[in-house]
Nanobody, 122 residues
Framework: QVQLVESGGGLVQAGESLRLSCAASGRTFSSSSMAWFRQAPGKEREFVARRNWSGETYYADSVKGRFSISRDNAKNTVYLQMNSLKPEDTAVYYC????????????????WGQGTQVTVSS
């Protein structure tokens, strides 16, 4: 059984930065591709960023150039560095472990964390 625990969310002003962390346990983390999704109130969960086990990265157009996904296999942790935050980035952020399928679709991921709230004020 895999457990994912996110942390690092909070309330910030527009233009500021946050770094989210996701600690994984229960499975070989280094061979798994990991991603971040987010869900704003009344909206569907959407893809934010992904980092393959090989190091390849993908980003949603809305965060490209502002967000960066990284991982530390020694710590079984994946990070999301978020810079130049905007009010539209406000959402609950989830990390997820890839199972198979389309890499930007939530259904391709079979393990999820509980989420961490990010609120960006204008």
């Amino acid at each position: 059984q895999v457990q994912l625990v996110e942390s690092g969310g909070g309330l910030v002003q527009a233009g500021e930065s946050l770094r989210l962390s996701c600690a994984a346990s229960g499975r070989t983390f280094s061979s798994s591709s990991m991603a971040w999704f987010r869900q704003a109130p009344g909206k569907e969960r959407e893809f934010v960023a992904r980092r393959n086990w090989s190091g390849e990265t993908y980003y949603a157009d809305s965060v490209k150039g502002r967000f960066s996904i990284s991982r530390d296999n020694a710590k079984n942790t994946v990070y999301l560095q978020m810079n130049s935050l905007k009010p539209e980035d406000t959402a609950v952020y989830y990390c997820a472990m890839f199972a198979g399928g389309s890499v930007r679709e939530p259904k391709a991921y079979n393990y999820w964390g509980q989420g961490t709230q990010v609120t960006v004020s204008s």
